[in-house]
Each structure stands twice: as C-alpha cells, then as structure tokens.
C-alpha cells in the first residue's frame, strides 16, 4: 500500500449497483485492473470513484448526481440492481483520517501530544428511491471507528429519525423545521438546534441564540444522573465537556477525573469511577454522539479529498483532427473524452512540453507538438528522424491512446502550471476505460510498462478497465524481472455464471515469480 499523507479513502464497497451485488471492500493499490466479460460489471465498478467525484462537485438536492459531466447512471431505478431486494443502493468507504495536525495536553501529565495515530474508519451510504417523488434519498450512514459504531437513520422528506451511538439512542423533535440537512458534498450536514429568546420584563427581545440538541442532551446527563450539584452553571458543565475527549476509554477516565477541580461534586463522583462503570459508559456515547456532525464532516472530507481527485478517461475518445479552432483558455486537467487535448497540450509551459515530447519519446518512440496557424491548431507527431505528421494522418490508435498518455504524464510529471491551477493537486486515482483501443499488441504492452513508470514517479493508484492480455502479460513479466513488486498490483475478474445474475468478483495476485494467483485457466480464450 503506498503511504498515507492525507485523509483519504484507502478502500471503497458498492452493493446492489447494476450487476454488483456486493464487491466486499477493494483495496486502492497502486494498480488495480479489472477484466472480465462484456456487461460483468467491469465499467460500473470503473465508474464508482468518477461519479462519486462529480457529486461532490456541486451541491445538489439529492444525495447523489447519476448523471453529470464524468459518468451517466440514468437513475436510482436504472442504477439498482434489478434482483436487489430491498431495492437499495450502498456505496461503503474505508477511510483514513489523518490527526498529525492534533494537539492535544494530557492533562495528568501536563504533556502535549503533537499527533496522533491515524484513525481507520468505515461508513457506509445507504440509499433508496423515495415512494413519493421517485428521487434518490438517503436512508442511513452507518460508521465503524475502532469499537465505537454510529448509526444516523433517515425517513422520507429529508428527516433524521433516529440516531444511536453504541448502546446510545436519541430521537430528534419531530418538528423538521429543527433539523438542517444540506447535500454540499456526499455526506450531509445534519444539525439538531432551537432558536431561543431572551426577553426583557416589557416583552422586548433583548438577545437570541440557537442550542444545540445534542449538545444540550448531553448536558443534562450530567444532571439527570448526579453527576454534578444541581446548582452548578450550564456553562460550567458546558466547559468540562470540552476537556473531555471520548476517542478513547483509558485516556478519557484519566482527562475525567483530573478535570473540573472547580466542582467538588464532580470530582466525587468520578473519583473511584471506571470504565466499566455504567455511568462511564453512557456519558462516553452521548459524548461522542454530540461530536457525530464533526465526525460526519472529517469522513466527508476523506472521501472528497480522494475523489476530487480522481481523472478519468472514458473508453469512447474523441478522435483526432486536423485542425482546432484556438479558445486561449488554461485548462486544468484532460476532459474525459480527451477532446480538450490540443488545448490542454497548448497550455503547457516551454519547460512542460519539452518534458511531454521527451517522456513520449522514451514510452512511444514519437513525440508531439502543438502548431500555431493563426486562429487554429494542429496537432503533430514526430518521429525520431525529426518527420512531423499531422494526427490526423497516423493510424486511429495513436489518437485513442494520447488522452491516456497526457493523462498519466500529468498526473506524476507535470510541474509549472498554469497560475490559474497552479495550486490543484494531481490526481490520487486515475481511472481509465481501454487504454489499449486500437493498439497493436506491442504497443498494449507498452501500457504495461506505463502503468508501472507511473506509480513510480508519484503517489498515484491507477484502476484500469482492459481486455488486454497483452497488458497483463506485461505486468506479470515486470513482476518476475523485479521491476515491479507484486503487492503493488491486483487484478480483479468479474464474472457471471448466468446472464440474469449478479456478477462475482475474485481478486488475484501476482507472486514473486509474475505468475498469477488465483487465475482460471483459459480466461482469455473465446
């Protein structure tokens, strides 16, 4: 697995979309590619990552964006598969959440801690079709994070019913207008509040506020179990809570009775408490259920991180022309059919394109270059004699594998941007549908070795939708030569035992030798 440098999503599950029932969690491995026969599944799996990334480009009203300007699912009634029952749709996440930013003071020691160890988390989206509108809602987020498990349940009308924290349960007013659930990005934002006055003794309002519900619940545990005098201030228990930090048991029973020196009465009752206490126990979910938003929020932010930079490339690219009419824009990333290529190579710095035509020349013993003719451009392609030819003109598989190329390259190579994406990362994931279209076997297996040039050169995981053996057969011989180190590459078969059921997926592996694991003979035979 390559290292973590952010959160991110290190591992992703669909059930019940088109033919997947359940492809259990995959890892995001340095390579990943996916065969199979037509219609098993392989695209819709391809496409999870790209259509998870133009939903949290936009803030919509729905929880997720079937179609958009990446992939097109139609619907939730396309998109579910049709055995499925009940007809739900999942998306799980195994997520990284990177604390290295945390500062946190022991407080029995006087000791700040600068960093903690990440945390691995899994939350899954549930979602069905509303009986009402027929539109996509969500109807639970479960969340897994070490022992602790979190469940939010939703009913039609974009309403939290029900929200349990381990042994914990809350149940939300039933008025909607004290919940506020937004769609900025893939998890919501869920708040439970009450707009309060204050009123002077003439009926005039002298201030308002907004309470948190959870928050608020969680307060008058304290009361409603002796935890403290019923004299002490809301806004002193307000500020133990805030020096008590649920994450862990041992550490939070330490922070708890080393906390609140100001409140003999808490000090007595947590004097000889431990965490087999029941009280313990209780205040530790409603602690953490009163920080769910922010969990929520951490979890979302993983998973955006990851998918916000996710390219991909369809398997259907726009063929070459001979001649583009000039627009003067800066463009960020290669579109998905590559039809922005000439624009995108028309950007590049001196220094980038000098960089691409060299790096092209090492995998493709050819070169390319944009031309100018005043209001239009043309793409060339050059070979090692310095001869240009027009794209046009060369066979139609160069074309189809030039958006893969300036794709990979600039995922790991490209350096000087332009300054208006000049801040963007490079992509986390590339995923690509086809790369070896129209190519010659050699020339598929030189894919092979592209793949592998490029985890090296940046930390990149790459998932490829092929029907190359040719690329496959590559790898493996990288594999056994120690080019390529066999943990870095999975390849998963998708495959159907009849044509009305679900699809199966088996991961195999390469051993030291580039033989595969796990590998049915004659896959590749008609």
């Given at each position: 697995?390559?290292?973590?440098?952010?959160?991110?999503?290190?591992?992703?599950?669909?059930?019940?979309?088109?033919?997947?029932?359940?492809?259990?969690?995959?890892?995001?491995?340095?390579?990943?590619?996916?065969?199979?026969?037509?219609?098993?599944?392989?695209?819709?799996?391809?496409?999870?990552?790209?259509?998870?990334?133009?939903?949290?480009?936009?803030?919509?009203?729905?929880?997720?964006?079937?179609?958009?300007?990446?992939?097109?699912?139609?619907?939730?009634?396309?998109?579910?598969?049709?055995?499925?029952?009940?007809?739900?749709?999942?998306?799980?996440?195994?997520?990284?959440?990177?604390?290295?930013?945390?500062?946190?003071?022991?407080?029995?020691?006087?000791?700040?801690?600068?960093?903690?160890?990440?945390?691995?988390?899994?939350?899954?989206?549930?979602?069905?079709?509303?009986?009402?509108?027929?539109?996509?809602?969500?109807?639970?987020?479960?969340?897994?994070?070490?022992?602790?498990?979190?469940?939010?349940?939703?009913?039609?009308?974009?309403?939290?019913?029900?929200?349990?924290?381990?042994?914990?349960?809350?149940?939300?007013?039933?008025?909607?207008?004290?919940?506020?659930?937004?769609?900025?990005?893939?998890?919501?934002?869920?708040?439970?509040?009450?707009?309060?006055?204050?009123?002077?003794?003439?009926?005039?309002?002298?201030?308002?506020?907004?309470?948190?519900?959870?928050?608020?619940?969680?307060?008058?545990?304290?009361?409603?179990?002796?935890?403290?005098?019923?004299?002490?201030?809301?806004?002193?228990?307000?500020?133990?809570?805030?020096?008590?930090?649920?994450?862990?048991?041992?550490?939070?029973?330490?922070?708890?009775?080393?906390?609140?020196?100001?409140?003999?009465?808490?000090?007595?009752?947590?004097?000889?408490?431990?965490?087999?206490?029941?009280?313990?126990?209780?205040?530790?979910?409603?602690?953490?259920?009163?920080?769910?938003?922010?969990?929520?929020?951490?979890?979302?932010?993983?998973?955006?991180?990851?998918?916000?930079?996710?390219?991909?490339?369809?398997?259907?690219?726009?063929?070459?022309e001979r001649y583009y009419r000039k627009q003067g824009?800066?463009?960020?990333?290669?579109?998905?059919?590559?039809?922005?290529?000439?624009?995108?190579?028309?950007?590049?710095?001196?220094?980038?394109?000098?960089?691409?035509?060299?790096?092209?020349?090492?995998?493709?013993?050819?070169?390319?270059?944009?031309?100018?003719?005043?209001?239009?451009?043309?793409?060339?392609?050059?070979?090692?004699?310095?001869?240009?030819?027009?794209?046009?003109?060369?066979?139609?598989?160069?074309?189809?594998?030039?958006?893969?190329a300036l794709q990979l390259w600039s995922a790991t190579?490209?350096?000087?941007?332009?300054?208006?994406?000049?801040?963007?990362?490079?992509?986390?994931?590339?995923?690509?549908?086809?790369?070896?279209?129209?190519?010659?076997?050699?020339?598929?297996?030189?894919?092979?070795?592209?793949?592998?040039?490029?985890?090296?050169?940046?930390?990149?995981?790459?998932?490829?939708?092929?029907?190359?053996?040719?690329?496959?057969?590559?790898?493996?011989?990288?594999?056994a030569s120690g080019e390529l180190k066999s943990e870095?590459?999975?390849?998963?078969?998708?495959?159907?035992?009849?044509?009305?059921?679900?699809?199966?997926?088996?991961?195999?592996?390469?051993?030291?030798?580039?033989?595969?694991?796990?590998?049915?003979?004659?896959?590749?035979?008609?």
């Open positions: 697995m390559r290292s973590i440098q952010m959160s991110e999503i290190t591992a992703f599950r669909v059930k019940n979309l088109r033919s997947l029932s359940d492809t259990a969690f995959i890892d995001l491995k340095p390579i990943t590619i996916l065969v199979g026969r037509n219609s098993a599944g392989k695209s819709t799996f391809a496409r999870v990552l790209p259509l998870i990334r133009q939903t949290v480009e936009v803030r919509k009203r729905s929880p997720m964006l079937w179609w958009g300007r990446l992939v097109d699912f139609g619907s939730f009634a396309d998109s579910v598969n049709r055995n499925s029952d009940p007809r739900e749709i999942e998306f799980g996440f195994r997520v990284t959440l990177d604390r290295a930013g945390e500062l946190i003071r022991d407080s029995s020691s006087g000791v700040t801690v600068h960093g903690l160890r990440p945390q691995i988390v899994e939350v899954t989206l549930r979602m069905v079709e509303d009986a009402g509108t027929h539109e996509t809602r969500l109807s639970e987020i479960q969340i897994k994070k070490g022992k602790d498990n979190f469940l939010v349940q939703f009913s039609s009308g974009d309403r939290v019913d029900k929200i349990i924290v381990n042994s914990y349960t809350w149940i939300p007013p039933p008025e909607k207008e004290r919940q506020e659930i937004t769609y900025e990005s893939l998890i919501p934002t869920i708040h439970f509040f009450e707009n309060r006055t204050i009123k002077s003794a003439d009926g005039n309002v002298i201030a308002s506020y907004r309470t948190d519900l959870l928050q608020r619940e969680l307060i008058s545990f304290f009361y409603g179990y002796s935890l403290v005098h019923g004299n002490t201030s809301w806004e002193s228990v307000a500020d133990l809570c805030r020096q008590l930090d649920p994450e862990d048991e041992n550490r939070l029973l330490v922070l708890m009775q080393n906390a609140g020196a100001g409140l003999p009465s808490w000090v007595s009752a947590v004097a000889g408490m431990t965490v087999d206490d029941w009280r313990f126990a209780r205040l530790r979910d409603r602690l953490l259920a009163a920080q769910l938003d922010t969990l929520l929020v951490r979890v979302d932010e993983a998973i955006s991180n990851t998918v916000s930079r996710c390219a991909y490339i369809e398997p259907l690219r726009a063929t070459a824009l800066s463009v960020a990333e290669v579109d998905s059919k590559g039809a922005n290529v000439p624009f995108f190579l028309d950007s590049l710095s001196t220094t980038e394109r000098e960089r691409f035509d060299a790096w092209m020349f090492e995998h493709f013993d050819a070169g390319i270059k944009t031309s100018s003719d005043g209001g239009h451009l043309s793409i060339k392609l050059k070979d090692a004699s310095g001869n240009e030819t027009n794209l046009a003109d060369v066979g139609f598989g160069f074309s189809q594998v030039l958006p893969v190579q490209r350096t000087n941007r332009p300054r208006a994406v000049r801040r963007r990362a490079p992509p986390s994931v590339v995923v690509i549908e086809q790369p070896e279209l129209h190519l010659h076997p050699e020339y598929q297996a030189k894919i092979g070795d592209l793949l592998k040039s490029t985890i090296e050169a940046g930390n990149v995981c790459l998932v490829v939708e092929t029907h190359s053996s040719s690329i496959i057969n590559r790898l493996g011989s990288l594999v870095k590459i999975q390849i998963l078969r998708f495959e159907k035992t009849e044509p009305s059921k679900a699809t199966e997926v088996a991961v195999s592996e390469f051993d030291e030798k580039g033989i595969l694991k796990n590998w049915p003979y004659g896959f590749f035979d008609a």
